[in-house]
């Protein structure tokens, strides 16, 4: 009898560990690219402190680029599955090594601007002519030169009116804070920097000058075509960050400061309240409307549309792509067709 009950309990624990090994199965590792501390980049932060990569069966590999350039150049060597970018690489990175557009990371026409410097600020705001035949520092090819560009056509003028001298953000930020510089190209959170430290001033922002700017999540082809499934997950974690910090902002700022402050930015809490304020995401029924072609052209390839015409215009690229040759809803109306992913993509808490 009491090597019947022995046994009977030994079956019972060991039907019990195969139980609990088939309902923690091993995570999918998933090689996710962005650049640190900006603001569409924060959900993959957020994400891994929530742990809610692993609640969809996933192990994120994180790498980390200072720029999009070097981040689809890296594609070519399989580098990473995923990610987020801005819309200048993603157009670039389609038509260098065939990357695929697959949602948006957020609305970022607010957070690229002309800025002025604190000396020459009340000129350039009562006469913005007088930007005529004035130096600018900018990062050429980028959605800051974008927003730049917008920005100099509002007032009458284009590029060849002025002086442009390509820097990297960081070599921006010296200039102006060091008096080296009156007007550049920025984007956020450096806007936001220049303003606190060297007192710049927003003259202009890419939304101001009529220009869309999108963000973009993008997938290397040949990995969404194999993996559809595991795209989707990727999808529905991204939006289900925003779906929790757009309903628990305090924590999210919060979370926000860690993750800024880990990539060496310090800004006020003032400046990252902005960001929510000036920067709109998009939940899973947002992003679909969006990307919706069933009357013609959608919103996001006419959006991306305007900025391949723009790196055409710099010679960054021969030809302007169309939108479908690139963006595809396939991944996001998976999300939307899977019960649990699209509960999981909305929930709040």
Sequence with gaps: MKTFLRNTLLGALVASATLGAQAQAPLTEIKVSYQPALYWSLPFFVAAEKNWWAEVGLKPVFSIFPAGVPQMAAAAAKSWDVGGTGS??????????????????????DANALMVSKEMADQIAKNPAAIKGQTILLTSNSTGDFAVQSCLKKYGLTKQDVMIKNMGQSEIISALASGGANLAGLWAPNT???????GAV??????????????????????????????????AVYLR??????????????????FYEQGGVNV????????????????????LARMDRSRGASDMDTWFGQIAAFMRGTGAINTTPPGNDYITDAYMKRVNANPKLREFANRTQ
């Design 192 to 198: 936001y920097a220049v303003e606190e430290k060297a």
């Design 268 to 287: 006020s809490d003032a400046s990252l309240q902005k960001e929510f304020a000036k920067r709109p995401t998009f939940s899973l029924e947002q992003q």
């Design 241 to 258: 960050a925003w779906s929790w910090m757009n309903a628990n902002r305090p924590e999210a700022v919060v979370m926000m400061r860690k």
């Design 88 to 109: 200048v690489p993603a157009v670039l990175g389609h038509m260098r090594f065939g990357i695929k557009t697959i949602g948006l990371t957020n609305d970022e026409s």
């Design 202 to 235: 927003q003259l202009c922002s890419g939304k101001d000058g009529g220009a869309i700017v999108p963000g973009a999540l993008v997938a290397r082809s040949e990995y969404a075509e194999q993996n559809p499934e595991e795209v989707a997950k990727f999808l």
